[in-house]
C-alpha cells in the first residue's frame, strides 16, 4: 500500500510570494492534517481537513491556508512568505474516527 | 508550562544498551500516546500506539503510560546504530479530530 505523498520536496523561495504545496494521502483514508516542523517550535499543529471542509484550525496567522479535494488529495497555501516560514511542512493522513496518523516525507522550505 | 515536555538529548547510549525515553503532560483529556521514530531529513514513522493507561510490547519496543502521573515512556532493549533517530512523543483527546500534540522530540544517537 503506497503511503502518503507530499510534492514538492524542496522548495526555494524569496519574501513576499506565495507556495502552494500537495499532498496525497493513504488510499481510504479522508482526513488529512497539516503540520509545520522548525527546530526550535517542533511540529505545530496547522489544520485538519476531512471530506473537503477543515474540521480543526491551530494557531497560525491568515497567511496559511489548505483546501482538500473530493478524492481527499490536499493543498496547503501559503501566501507573503516570511522568512520565519522556513521550515519541513508534514501532511498526515488517518483514517476517520482513528487517532493514529501517517506521515509523509515532508517539503522543506526555504525563505530566503 | 507546554502541553508536552519532552527532554531534547542527544541521548547517547552504547550498542546493546537499554534506552528510556520519557515525555510529561499536563492535559488530563490525553487519552491516546503514540510515538513517532524521524530520521534525519524524513517524516515521523509511528512506532507505537496505546490508549489510556498501561504497557504494549512490539518485538524490541515497550510503551508505558501512566495517565495518574501524567507521564508516558518508550523503552527500547538492545538497541542498535539503526535506532539512532529523534523520537517524538505525540498525544490526542481522542474527540475523533485526529489532532495531535507533539512533545519535541529526543535525539538518539547509539554508537557501535
Known amino acids: 500500500k503506497a503511503g502518503v505523498t507530499q510534492t514538492p520536496r524542496y522548495l526555494i523561495k524569496t519574501r513576499g510570494q506565495q507556495v502552494t504545496l500537495s499532498c496525497s494521502p493513504i488510499?481510504?483514508?479522508?482526513?488529512v492534517s497539516w503540520y509545520q516542523q522548525t527546530p526550535g517550535q517542533g511540529l505545530q499543529f496547522l489544520f485538519e481537513y476531512f471530506s473537503e471542509t477543515q474540521r480543526n484550525k491551530g494557531n497560525f496567522p491568515g497567511r496559511f491556508s489548505g483546501r482538500q479535494f473530493s478524492n481527499s488529495r490536499s493543498e496547503m497555501n501559503v501566501s507573503t512568505l516570511e522568512l520565519g516560514d522556513s521550515a519541513l511542512y508534514l501532511c498526515?493522513?488517518?483514517?476517520?474516527?482513528?487517532?493514529?496518523?501517517?506521515f509523509g516525507p515532508g517539503t522543506r522550505l526555504l525563505v530566503l | 508550562q507546554k502541553e508536552v515536555e519532552q527532554d531534547p538529548g542527544p541521548l547517547s547510549v552504547p550498542e546493546g544498551a537499554i534506552v528510556s525515553l520519557n515525555c510529561t503532560y499536563s492535559n488530563s483529556a490525553f487519552q491516546y500516546f503514540m510515538w513517532y521514530r524521524q530520521y534525519s531529513r524524513k517524516g515521523p514513522e509511528l512506532l507505537m500506539y496505546?490508549?489510556?493507561?498501561g504497557n504494549k510490547e512490539d518485538g524490541r519496543f515497550t510503551a508505558q503510560v501512566d495517565k495518574s502521573s501524567k507521564y508516558i515512556s518508550l523503552f527500547i532493549r538492545d538497541s542498535q546504530p539503526s535506532d539512532s533517530a529523534t523520537y517524538l512523543c505525540?498525544?490526542?483527546?481522542?474527540?475523533?479530530?485526529?489532532?495531535?500534540?507533539f512533545g519535541k522530540g529526543t535525539m538518539l544517537l547509539v554508537s557501535p
Open positions: 488510499s481510504g483514508h479522508r482526513s
Open positions: 505525540a498525544m490526542s483527546e481522542g474527540s475523533g479530530y485526529s489532532t495531535l500534540t
Open positions: 498526515a493522513s488517518s483514517r476517520d474516527g482513528e487517532e493514529t496518523q501517517y
Open positions: 496505546t490508549y489510556s493507561s
